[in-house]
Every structure is written in C-alpha cells, then in structure tokens.
C-alpha cells in the first residue's frame, strides 16, 4: 500500500481507496454529486456506475487483474479508476508507478502557461531526445487540451496565449495535464525504464494574491512534489528602468509577497512550525530572460546553453544558481531579502533562468521569430534530480 494524491483535488489517501468507473455504456447510470460539485455543474448528472474497493475484491477473487474490477451491476470488467473524493478519472499508472504533481506558480502575466507549453513541447523533442525518453498523454483531455488551449496558439498561430482565468472570478473546474514520461536506461542486463506520472496545474497568477487554506489553490501547491516559481523580471522596477524598446507588463503582486504567499499556505496545511523548514524543493526561476540579456556581465554563465544532457549537470546548475542570485539581489533592490526567504524557510533550493520564447512579442501578441526556448527544462530536470528521477554526471 502507498499514499497517493489526486492530480485533480489533491486530496491524499491510500491507493487501495481507489475506486473504480463501469465502462459499459448499457449499464444503468446513478446520480453522481462528488463529481458534479468539482466541476460546479448545479444540476447533478449522471454517469456510469462506481465500484469501491471492497465490492471490487470479488471482481480480483475471480480472476481479474489487481487494476481491473468487476462491475457489481452487469459484471463488466473494468480498468477506469477514479478518485474516491472528487470523482474524477486517474491516471492507469496511479498506484503502479512513481507520481508527481508539480506545481508552476507565479505572479499575474510571468508566464506560466506559456512556460508550460514550450517545456512540454521540448520534453517531447529535443530535451527528450537527450534523456532518451517519451512522454505520453495519459488520457484524451489532455492531449486535446494541451493542442488546442497551448500548443496550436504558439506554434501553428505563433500568437501569444490567453492568460489563465482566474477560478475566483470565473465559476468553472481546473483540470490538470497529465503525461507519463519514459525514461531508458541501459544496463549490462538491458534496457531498463523509468516510468513517472508527470501532472502539471496551470493556476491564475491572481489566485496567488490571497489565498486561504481551503482552495484548489492551496491544495495543489501543498501537496505538490516540486514548485516551479516564476518571477517575471519586468515587473521589477530596477529591470523597468534600464529596459528599453519592449513593451512592459503591468507591475503586478510583488514577488517576494508570492513567496511569502506560498509558504504560509504550505506551512497552514502541514502544520510546520516556522523552525523547520519545507521539504517540497522550490526551483526559483527568473522567466522571460530574453528581455534581461543585455544586462548580463561579460563572461557571464548564463550566457551559454544548459549542459544538461541524459545525466543533470550539477557543476551547470552550481554555476547557474550562484549568478541568478547575485543578480536577484539587484533587480529587486531588496538587499537580498527575496533570496534570505527562500534560504531560510526551503530546505532544497536552486535558482534558474529561463525563457520560453525566446523573443519579446510584438504589440498585436505574434511571435515573428517563433519560439527559441532558452533553458526552459533547467528547473524540471533540477527536480527530477532531487527526487532520484535522473541521476548526476559523475566525475
């Protein structure tokens, strides 16, 4: 038995609460509430059947599969789990493989959806290409989500994306992309592979202003097993000031005030003291740093592309995180506060730079030179890293 959590509410429990969902289309529906509530449907609808663990062990007694019940209405066998709160569908690799739910946060307008198309994009191709891996949609939403609401806009269009609409202000569920990645890994015995649920949230910048401990929100950054935060440097007012000749977002929720934001909800549902530090890593990442380039040094390591390759370079990574937060220091003008923050309170920090575009838009949102990612998969593979996903170069 092991914990799992929800990529769709985070709620956790163990595996064997897993319920399940009758596939045959004949089979008598029932009035579904739990499911109708998450998706905010006023009216509860109908779907097909669900079996709890306890009935489905006669499905398990007669033969079938450890994923696959028996339906208790017209004995169907079924593989489709779903979660015992909400409802909703689960990965088939829930319970059988390693799951992470990885949490992408940040201010209004820092880029987070777009960041999460690229880094999609690029695990697909040329960043899992030096991983030698694949990575699969688990489920039709996600496929069909993912091209339409972000692939198709940035690279067929070449137009900027929507912002994500806030779940406050806009009544609607949040649904979550879920891939599983494949990873091969030769041994003198044969190929091996690593399989894990990758499970990405895209939630609204605003919804991090003020938040409670009883939101989606909450949850999900809680419960999540790595935090990507994104910080929008032209938000920043030093940054504003020697920027010229791009257009500047508004300067929206100030960033050290998300941290503070993020903490104080993880601490709130945990119950961590304010002694013991958060062991979910956070990787800190500077996004659209196109923008910034011609603020860097001579020599500077960021100006060189990331050397992470099947194995994480942790040299790269060392190089990489001492210079972003040494220039923190400076866009911010806080005296390094920021940085203290984050030293004080995770107990596995890395700071990154990024830049999914690679290019700032025009005035109308079209992307004339396309998308050029700059070190978009640093931070992922930082925390695929941390959680003994991939391993170090050795030296």
């Known amino acids: 038995m092991a914990d799992v959590v929800c990529p769709w509410c985070f709620e956790k429990y163990r595996d064997i609460a897993i319920q399940f969902r009758c596939i045959n289309p004949s089979c008598t529906p029932t009035e579904d509430k739990e499911y109708s509530e998450y998706h905010n449907i006023a009216t509860p609808i109908y779907l097909q059947q669900r079996i709890d663990p306890d009935e489905g062990f006669w499905g398990n007694m007669m033969g ?53 198309a690229v880094l999609l994009n690029s695990l697909q191709k040329e960043i899992g290409e030096k991983l030698d891996s694949s990575l699969l949609p688990v489920n039709d939403d996600t496929i069909n989500r993912y091209n339409k609401e972000f692939y198709d806009p940035i690279y067929n269009d070449r137009v900027v994306l929507n912002a994500t609409r806030s779940v406050r202000k806009h009544s609607g569920s949040k649904a979550p992309l879920i891939f599983c990645l494949q990873i091969r890994k030769p041994t003198p015995l044969g190929d091996k592979f690593e399989v894990v649920s990758l499970v990405f949230f895209d939630s609204a910048g605003e919804d991090l202003d003020h938040v409670d401990l009883m939101t989606l929100e909450s949850k999900y950054i809680a419960q999540a097993d790595g935090i990507i935060y994104l910080m929008d440097p032209l938000q920043a007012p030093a940054v504003r000031d020697k920027i010229s000749g791009i257009p ?52 500077s390591v960021l100006s060189s592309p990331s050397r992470h390759g099947r194995e994480f370079d942790k040299d790269d990574f060392n190089r990489v995180s001492n210079e972003v937060r040494s220039h923190l220091r400076d866009w911010l003008g806080d005296s390094g506060a920021m940085v203290r923050e984050v030293e004080h309170n995770f107990k596995n920090f890395g700071f990154f730079a990024v830049s999914a575009l690679g290019s700032t838009p025009d005035a109308s949102g079209t992307l004339k030179l396309g998308v050029n990612p700059y070190r978009i998969a640093d931070p992922l593979l930082w925390l695929l890293w941390k959680l003994k996903v991939i391993t170090t170069v050795r030296k």
């Open 64 to 116: 079938l599969e450890f994923d696959a019940v028996a339906c208790t209405e017209c004995k169907t066998e079924t593989t489709k789990k779903i979660c015992p709160k909400c409802h909703n569908e689960l990965p088939a690799t829930i319970g059988k493989f390693k799951h992470y739910n990885f949490a992408i946060v940040g201010s209004k307008e820092s880029g987070k959806s777009h960041y999460i």
């Open 248 to 299: 500047l977002p508004s300067e929206n929720t100030n960033p050290t005030q998300v941290v503070n934001n993020i903490l104080r909800v993880i601490r709130g549902v945990h119950r961590l003291k304010m002694n013991r530090k958060v062991t979910i890593p956070l990787a800190f990442a500077v996004s659209k740093f196109d923008a910034v380039g011609s603020m860097l040094p001579v020599g």
